[in-house]
């Protein structure tokens, strides 16, 4: 089945700290991974995905297909980076679905 | 100059009443989207559109369904909304050859 599974619903950290949102996923296949990001009252918003391997806002997230997981992460968390993320998939080229995980909100602690 | 447009962002509906919800873009994407995100739940797709191709989801009630009359507009109506129709309903686009997503603010549907 595929499936994107993201086990956290809630992270707490405090400024400063290092930040790791964990998505694993199912997919038989190769397929893209991406992380969205959504901060209060706005709309949801492509963060990064794993092909590109950038570095957006301090974030990286490498894609490991022996664990089958791409976890976010960033060394030292921002008060900014308070937002619920979502980790999603994509099949292979030409395919246009998408698969989400059910999220994890971040919050970052003064 | 919001790219993804959704009216109403928010909608009351009855039980059993019919609606339509509406997404229009400015992007010229060929690819748009809807998903129904419930409290606490993933964003899941119900259908999409390549171009006027119709692709609807195994598992998307016959209750949901969808036109896209051009580029710019897809609506989707509910024909018979239940009290677990409840939700936000997210309309987003992609463009040929990205896989980036632009989502829509959503609109968030209460039935009673």
């Known amino acids: 089945a595929q499936r994107v599974t993201q086990p956290e619903k809630l992270l707490s950290v405090f400024k400063g700290a290092p930040v790791e949102l964990k998505c694993n996923y199912s997919?038989?296949?190769?397929?893209?991974l991406f992380w969205y990001v959504q901060y209060s009252r706005q709309r949801l918003q492509l963060l990064l995905r794993h092909i590109s391997r950038e570095s957006i806002k301090g974030f990286t997230a490498d894609l490991n297909k022996g664990e089958t997981s791409f976890h976010l992460k960033k060394p030292f968390a921002q008060e900014e980076d308070s937002a619920m993320y979502y980790c999603a998939l994509s099949g292979a080229s030409g395919t246009y679905k998408y698969i989400f995980g059910t999220g994890t909100r971040l919050k970052v602690l003064a | 100059d919001a790219m993804v447009i959704q009216n109403p962002r928010y909608q009351v509906t009855q039980f059993g009443k019919p609606v339509t919800l509406s997404c229009s873009q400015t992007?010229?994407?060929?690819?748009m989207y809807w998903y129904q995100q419930k409290s606490s739940q993933a964003p899941k797709l119900l259908f999409h559109?390549?171009?006027?191709?119709?692709?609807n989801e195994a598992d998307t009630p016959d209750n949901f369904q969808s036109r896209r009359p051009n580029t710019s507009f897809c609506f989707l109506d509910i024909r018979s909304p239940g009290l677990g129709d409840a939700a936000m309903y997210l309309c987003a686009t992609r463009g040929q050859g990205s896989y980036e997503q632009y989502f829509g603010p959503g609109t968030r549907l209460t039935v009673t």
């Open positions: 997919y038989s296949g190769s397929p893209e």
């Open positions: 559109y390549y171009d006027k191709d119709f692709n």
């Open positions: 992007l010229n994407h060929n690819v």
